[in-house]
């Protein structure tokens, strides 16, 4: 089965100031994507940015930007540059190639500092 | 393009009872995926419908089931409530099963049981 962790319960950063959130997952496969949702208050969870395991290369998405580190399969996620709006609870997904399902973590609440 | 819906948005049942969740998938969207997310935690997979069958299901026992009609709308119901079934339940839809179509998660319904 496969499992993804994330040791950050809450995590506070200064408005403008950069915030990197820790996952980490496990597999035995090697045709699988990891995902990055945001969680607002309103609930709706949106899709952040995503990365396919084959790619070496890090994904980035404006001021989100991820390090992708297969052998130690970890996958976290930077916030550049953080604004009010950033402020939501984060959770590391993952799908394995061809399945129907999301696994995700347990969620890192961001707190955005004025 | 119209998002995910779902409805309602909030609800209230006793232990023992029955309820059904409803869901719309973005137009052009085919397969229906529903997640439980209880509170402080990440979602769970429950079950995903593409094409009006239910094309995986993760671990939930046989009180949770669903359908999706021939529009690519699905229902969730839950029989036999019970106080841990209190949770968000969000749907998401995509353009198929497979890993690299995006899954759109609608605002969730909060069910309360009690």
């Known amino acids: 089965a496969q499992t993804v962790t994330q040791s950050q319960p809450e995590m506070s950063v200064q408005e403008a100031e950069t915030v990197t959130l820790s996952c980490t997952y496990d597999?035995?496969?090697?045709?699988?994507?990891l995902f990055w949702y945001k969680q607002p208050p309103s609930r709706q969870m949106i899709l952040v940015i995503r990365?396919?395991?084959?790619?070496?290369q890090n994904a980035t998405e404006n001021r989100f930007s991820v390090n992708f580190q297969k052998a130690a399969k970890s996958f976290s996620l930077k916030i550049s540059d953080s604004q009010l709006g950033d402020a939501a609870m984060y959770f590391c997904a993952y799908r394995r190639g061809n399945d129907y399902k999301l696994s995700f973590g347990a969620g890192t609440t961001v707190t955005v500092r004025a | 393009e119209t998002g995910v819906t779902q409805s309602p948005t909030h609800l209230i049942k006793t232990r023992g009872q029955q309820v059904t969740l409803r869901c719309s998938s973005q137009s052009g969207h085919n397969t229906v995926s529903w997640y439980q997310q209880a509170l402080g935690q990440g979602p769970q997979f429950i079950f995903q419908y593409y094409r009006e069958e239910e094309n995986g299901r993760g671990n939930f026992p046989p009180r949770f089931s669903g359908l999706q009609f021939p529009n690519y709308s699905s229902e969730l119901n839950v029989n036999a409530l019970e106080l841990d079934d209190s949770a968000l339940y969000l749907c998401a839809s995509s353009l198929s099963g497979r890993a690299f179509h995006e899954q759109y998660f609608g605002p969730g319904t909060r069910l309360t049981v009690t």
């Open positions: 597999t035995s496969e090697s045709d699988y994507y």
């Open positions: 990365q396919e395991a084959y790619k070496q």
